[in-house]
Nanobody, 124 residues
Framework: EVQLVESGGGLVQPGGSLRLSCAAS????????MGWVRQAPGKELEWVSG????????SYADSVKGRFTISRDNAKNTLYLQMNSLKPEDTAVYYC?????????????????WGQGTQVTVSS
């Protein structure tokens, strides 16, 4: 059974940083692309970032490009999202997601499993 457990969310001031983690189990982690998706209050799900199975290819939504960095440690079965220069509009529940395949995933339908989410609140 696929399990994805996010951690690292919290309350941070504008301009601050957070690092999200996602511990994965129940599948061969390195064989699948992974991603981060978020949902702000009252808004639809938004794809944030993706990384391929090997970790050598990444992609970002324009809204976070240059501020967020996705990475993975296949030895630890863990996905990360380093978020810098956070803005109030980054406030959302952030979900870790597993793709159907190894190559990078950039749309919501590319993912077949989701974590429970972690809340990120950016406010002064």
């Amino acid at each position: 059974e696929v399990q994805l457990v996010e951690s690292g969310g919290g309350l941070v001031q504008p301009g601050g940083s957070l690092r999200l983690s996602c511990a994965a189990s129940g599948f061969t982690f390195s064989a699948y692309a992974m991603g981060w998706v978020r949902q702000a209050p009252g808004k639809e799900l938004e794809w944030v970032s993706g990384i391929n199975g090997g970790g050598g290819s990444t992609s970002y939504a324009d809204s976070v490009k240059g501020r967020f960095t996705i990475s993975r440690d296949n030895a630890k079965n863990t996905l990360y999202l380093q978020m810098n220069s956070l803005k109030p509009e980054d406030t959302a529940v952030y979900y870790c997601a597993k793709a159907w395949w190894e190559s990078i995933a950039t749309t919501l339908v590319d993912f077949d499993s989701w974590g429970q989410g972690t809340q990120v609140t950016v406010s002064s």
